[in-house]
């Protein structure tokens, strides 16, 4: 071959590479459009917008969760949430708040937790002046935040946060104080919400679910290797932006994300349960399978006591043994800030109701976890029999995410009940209320058992193995309506 010739196919052979590259510049250049794009441009110029948010929703809690102190507890049965200011601040955090900031999840992603969230802003208030340590491995340690939602749950439940406005006011005051304190210490960079990455009990219940929201953040010009964390950079959760592919731990503030860059963050909308059913492709891990199962056995132990009788039974039969065995402390009332001492509603706990209560929702949140694990268990051995890749534990973890739909709705049902008797209150027939809840647990019924098949089949089973392979998926989600039985259909055994 001539020197021309040689030239001349070299020039032909680059023409490839550079078309390539000059596609990828094209793509980088080329205006997006559509919703994402629109809310991008509207949000990016105000994102200085969201620092008067978060004190108009700290002003708007503290008022709920404050000015009830100061006035008496309702007590009369004429008495409802539109004529009673303490009745109004309950309904307001636990009939609204609660069940609808769960919600939102699906639609917004954890748009709560950065744009209203008065207890992660004030974590970044604090962390600005700060002293911007280090996070220490005790608070980066995947099971801190999961010892800090059983903390605050079980506390809820004993100081009575859902009846009375001291109970609400502990609780949210020691989590905000949580939250300041921790920020005021630990976080390195401008600012920085190591709250909510590593110890906010309902952010890590909220990341775990925004992985079926349709609402996804993602990095335009991605690197390799998967999820990684770094305390340099811009994002207050301390995200590698560029390595970014899973949703649980961004908070949606918007700071990463300029719709004329070409770096950064762009949002995307997406089918919900799309993450969750491509789970290998996001970072799965077993921790976030065992908060998943332990929330949902935790949140049902307590709604039971209140409303089983066999929790009555129970209580009664461990008393009399104590008494008869000279424990008589147990019969005591114990301090206020740990259990409810309301003699004004008539309400007083011993030392022997937080003990019962206490232990009765740990062992509904250990035997829940250990059916469902059980479940689990069995169907991914038999995905593997029938073909599926990957290794049992690989397998266990992937298959486990099923349940997410049907644990969020079931907690939003069986501890969402303000919403529902508030609907009753204003004239809504019972039988309506029922059918609401009803319709709600069947459709997540059908998209756990959506997204159940989509893994199996990503696992390379056909659809007639994965129907074989589900099976103990459809035990373990029946197994959940039926713990769930007394919130979604009345029934007390």
């Known amino acids: 071959m001539s020197t021309a010739e040689h030239d001349s196919h070299q020039r032909l052979s680059e023409i490839p590479i550079r078309v390539q ?24 110029p105000r994102r200085d917008w ?21 006035l008496p507890v309702p007590i009369s049965r004429s008495q409802h949430f539109w004529n009673n200011f303490s009745l109004f601040a309950n309904f307001v955090i636990w009939g609204l708040w609660f069940p609808l900031v769960f919600v939102s999840v699906i639609f917004t992603g954890r748009s709560w937790c950065g744009v209203l969230c008065p207890l992660g802003a004030a974590s970044e208030w604090a962390n600005r002046v700060g002293l911007k340590r280090p996070v220490p491995r005790w608070v980066r340690w995947r099971g801190t935040p999961i010892v800090s939602f059983v903390i605050i749950t079980v506390l809820a439940q004993t100081v009575g946060a859902r009846d009375y406005a001291t109970g609400i006011a502990e609780v949210f005051g020691l989590t905000f104080a949580a939250a300041a304190l921790l920020g005021l210490v630990y976080g390195v960079g ?3 919400r190591a709250w909510c990455r590593h110890m906010c009990p309902i952010g890590l219940m909220l990341g775990v679910f925004s992985r079926i929201g349709a609402v996804q953040f993602r990095p335009k010009r991605p690197k390799p290797g998967g999820d990684a964390y770094t305390e340099k950079g811009i994002c207050p959760t301390n995200i590698d932006i560029n390595r970014k592919r899973e949703s649980r731990h ?26 969750v059913a491509q789970i290998r492709d996001h970072n799965p891990n077993a921790p976030e399978i065992w908060f998943l199962f332990l929330a949902t056995g935790l949140a049902l132990g307590g709604f039971l006591w209140i409303v089983l009788p066999q929790y009555n039974m129970l209580r009664e039969m461990i008393g009399t043994w104590a008494i008869n065995h000279g424990w008589y402390w147990i019969g005591n009332s114990g301090p206020s800030w740990l259990m409810v001492v309301h003699p004004a509603a008539r309400e007083t706990f011993v030392w022997l109701d937080f003990f019962m209560i206490c232990g009765f929702m740990l062992a509904c949140a250990a035997v829940l976890t250990l059916a469902l694990s059980v479940t689990t268990a069995i169907s991914s051995w038999l995905a593997g029999r029938l073909g599926g890749d990957l290794t049992w534990r690989e397998r266990f973890v992937e298959l486990a995410y099923a349940y997410m739909p049907v644990a969020m709705i079931s907690l939003v049902i069986g501890l969402g009940g303000k919403l529902f008797s508030a609907l009753a209150e ?43 392979a589900e099976l103990p998926t459809v035990a373990g989600i029946g197994l959940i309506g039926l713990a769930w039985s007394p919130a979604l259909f009345g029934i007390t055994f």
Request: with cysteine; glycine share 8%.
């Open 21 to 44: 590259e000059a596609g990828r510049r094209a793509r980088v250049q080329t205006p997006r459009s559509g919703w994402a794009y629109r809310i991008e441009q509207w949000v990016a």
């Open 50 to 70: 969201l620092n008067w948010i978060h004190v108009a929703m700290f002003i708007g809690f503290a008022v709920l969760t404050i000015v009830p102190l100061f």
């Open 190 to 192: 401008r600012s920085t």
């Open 250 to 275: 961004c908070i949606e503030c918007f700071r990463c994300v300029n719709p004329d860059a070409r770096g950064g963050l762009r949002l995307a909308f997406r089918r919900p349960g799309r993450e």
């Open 426 to 468: 204003v004239g809504v027939s019972s039988t309506m209320v029922e059918s609401v809840k009803i319709a709600l647990f069947a459709l997540s019924v059908v998209w756990s058992l959506a997204l159940g098949r989509r893994l199996l089949a990503r696992q390379g089973l056909s659809r007639l193995r994965s129907l074989a």
